[in-house]
Each structure stands twice: as structure tokens, then as C-alpha cells.
């Protein structure tokens, strides 16, 4: 482990061996095992320890070429002493992003984590949207020590200097000259669910891209929100969305391979909306996808796409993957058979051919 003196006795650790972080500083930043178990492998983590002794700790996550999010955020005591210590925690964080080029930081916190937030804005973070009710339905206490429901979440950001706000480079101009919004990527969280399955039902009647036709598709909110949850819980697996003014309006899976031997694998099946087609969302999507790639060490990811489908084709050729196969007549679609073509692509010769921005 490396660390960065910031006091006489404790010191910033950048931490090699994450699992051995005492588990009931990370339940206190996340109570939920499986996002802890995951995160421990595909974050990166620093701490404020003296000797053995963990006294404050992040787990951070790069999401973007510019951005990252903290995806827990501990201190042993809320005493002021361990508030300034994370204090500092965070701005050293920051700072080793930042020399990396992210220019966005962002974490989450519960309305009600009141000292996290004061430390959180001594360090230059900012509240920039509240979630109302977000944990609603999560089995947590009706009220914490200070009295507050624990209902709402707040989304905080920490920009590099010279960066405008989220809401201003969250712009994109179309043709016409006019700005509208650009779409934000994420995970997908469970409360996505009933988002997304609306947005597959839409796909299927203004598409005929996708594997269902209109009215076919038979997963319920349920089931959606199972399938969030099992992409969630598999380290070799993600699912990300695409959301615009609240609405999910793309997406992209990727699911592992379920044994040891193509567990390196992953299928992908992406969609995004017809009115947000043509401006790069499906490109960032891989882009993000690539990036989670290198972290877990996925090797392959494979795909099929209808030989009619010229401009999806054309972009994943351009994104380095490469025609393996022609399943002739693979569909039926408005009557006439379609080709379906199976493509894959080494992320080995995508890692070669990246530049860590």
C-alpha cells in the first residue's frame, strides 16, 4: 500500500488488498452485502489509517473518460476529528482523479446523513438534485438519530476547476442550432425498472430492430426489476441506462457467461429510442461498457444484428467488432425472412488500442 502523509500519526492509504477493509465500516457506507462484495472488486479504494486502525474510507468508481462516483463513503466515529479526517480523504481523491483527467465527481447520500454532507461540502461538493422517496421501499428505520425520515437522496457533484455546471455540459446542440438536453449514462438501478420495461414495450412498436414484435413482450415490472437485480448482483455482468428529463430512453446489456469457461465472455443487446438514434448515445454506451470491461477482465463480447440494420452494423464495425457468422434467414419479419449477423470482438485489442485520457 502507498500512502500520503497528511498528519503526524494517520496517513491517506491507497488500498491494494480492499477485501481486508473491516466490514463494519463498509456496511456503515452501504448496508447491502452484494453491492459491497461487488464494488470491492471493480472500485477503487482509499483510507485514513494509522497503523492497522481504519479511521475513515472510500470505494470510487470511474463511470466515464471524465467522470467517477463514489459508491461508498464511511467514517469510523462522526466525531469532528473523523469528519476532518475525511475531509481530507476526499479532496486527496479528488485530487488523484483529477490528475487522471476527471473532471466530475459525484457520490449519493441519504437526506439524513447530515455530518456525510458537511463533510462532503467542506470538501467542495455541491447538492445538485434530490431524489424524493428514493428509499421508500427499502427496508430501512422510520427515522434516524436526528429525527429524519429516511426517504429522500441527495445527489452531490465536485467539479474541476474551469468545468460549468452539470445542467450546462449536460447540453448538446442538434441540427436545427436549438440546445436540448444530452442524455446522462448510468447503471441501472432497481428503480428503473418500471422506466425501462416502458421503454422495451416502446421500442418494440416504433422498431422492428429488436427481437419482439409489438404487444409480444411478457415481462412484468417483476420481472424487469428481478433482472436489474441479477445483473446487479453478477460481477461479470452489467446493465446501463440511458436517461433523458427523467425517462430511460436507451439502454445496453451485458451478461456474462455463467461458467468458468466462457465466464470471460459476455452477449450484449443494446436499444435506444428512434428520437434519440443518430447522435452518438450508442457509442458512449460502448465507450462506458469498454471501460467496466477492463476493470472486471472481460475479454469477449459478442452480439447479433439484422443484416438490414445497416447503421447499427456500421457502428459496431467501427467500435471494433467483426463479423463472425451469417444466420441465414434467422427471423421472420413482416412475413420475409431476415439475416441475423453474429459479430464479436477481442477487448484485448481494444485495451491495446486505448488512451487513459
Known amino acids: 500500500m502507498e500512502g500520503e502523509r497528511i498528519g503526524k500519526t494517520d496517513k491517506v492509504v491507497r488500498e491494494s488488498e480492499p477485501g481486508t477493509l473491516p466490514i463494519e465500516l463498509l456496511k456503515q457506507g452501504d448496508p447491502l452485502d452484494w453491492r459491497i462484495e461487488t464494488y470491492l472488486h471493480e472500485a477503487e479504494w482509499w483510507s485514513i489509517r494509522m497503523g492497522t486502525e481504519v479511521f475513515a474510507l472510500i470505494g470510487c468508481l470511474r463511470m466515464g473518460a471524465e ?12 466525531t469532528d476529528e473523523e469528519l476532518e479526517r475525511l475531509v481530507r480523504l476526499l479532496k486527496q481523491v479528488d485530487k488523484e482523479w483529477r490528475q487522471r483527467g476527471v473532471r466530475r465527481l459525484m457520490v449519493y447520500l441519504g437526506a439524513w446523513e447530515t455530518d ?19 428509499y421508500a421501499d427499502f427496508q430501512l428505520a422510520e427515522v434516524n438519530r436526528n429525527g429524519l425520515r429516511r426517504l429522500d437522496r441527495l445527489m452531490l457533484e465536485l467539479l ?13 446542440v442538434s441540427k436545427e442550432g436549438s440546445q436540448e ?9 432497481l428503480r428503473d425498472s418500471r422506466s425501462l420495461l ?3 414495450k416502446r421500442l418494440d412498436r416504433e422498431t422492428t430492430s429488436m427481437l419482439y414484435e409489438p404487444g409480444e413482450r411478457r415481462l412484468t415490472d417483476g420481472d424487469q426489476l428481478e433482472q436489474i437485480r441479477s445483473l446487479l448482483r453478477s460481477s461479470n455482468s452489467l446493465m446501463l441506462v440511458a436517461e433523458s428529463e427523467g425517462e430511460v430512453v436507451g439502454y445496453l446489456e451485458a451478461t456474462g457467461g455463467k461458467v468458468r469457461r466462457n465466464q470471460h465472455t459476455i452477449y450484449i443487446v443494446v436499444g435506444i429510442l428512434e428520437a434519440c ?13 469498454f471501460e467496466w470491461a477492463t476493470r472486471r477482465q472481460v475479454l469477449r463480447a459478442e452480439l447479433t444484428v439484422q443484416a438490414s440494420n445497416q447503421r447499427a452494423y456500421r457502428l459496431y464495425r467501427s467500435l471494433g467488432f467483426r463479423l463472425e457468422g451469417v444466420m441465414r434467414g434467422a427471423l421472420m419479419i413482416e412475413g420475409e425472412p431476415v439475416d441475423l449477423y453474429q459479430m464479436g470482438c477481442d477487448l484485448r485489442t481494444i485495451k491495446q488500442g486505448r488512451v487513459d485520457k
Not at 70 to 76: C, E, G, T, Y
Not at 160 to 172: D, I, K, M, N, V
Not at 181 to 189: G, K
Not at 279 to 289: A, M, N, S, V, W
Open 160 to 172: 474541476a476547476q474551469g468545468r460549468q455546471p452539470s445542467e450546462e455540459t449536460l447540453q448538446t
Open 116 to 134: 456525510l454532507l458537511y463533510a462532503c461540502q467542506r470538501a467542495g461538493f455541491r447538492i445538485v438534485a434530490a431524489e424524493h422517496d428514493y
Open 198 to 200: 416502458s421503454m422495451k
Open 277 to 289: 438514434t443518430g447522435k452518438g448515445l450508442g457509442r458512449r454506451l460502448f465507450e462506458d461498457l
Open 181 to 189: 438536453p444530452r442524455p446522462t449514462i448510468r447503471r441501472a438501478e
Open 67 to 78: 467522470e467517477a462516483e463514489i459508491v461508498n463513503l464511511a467514517v469510523k466515529d462522526q
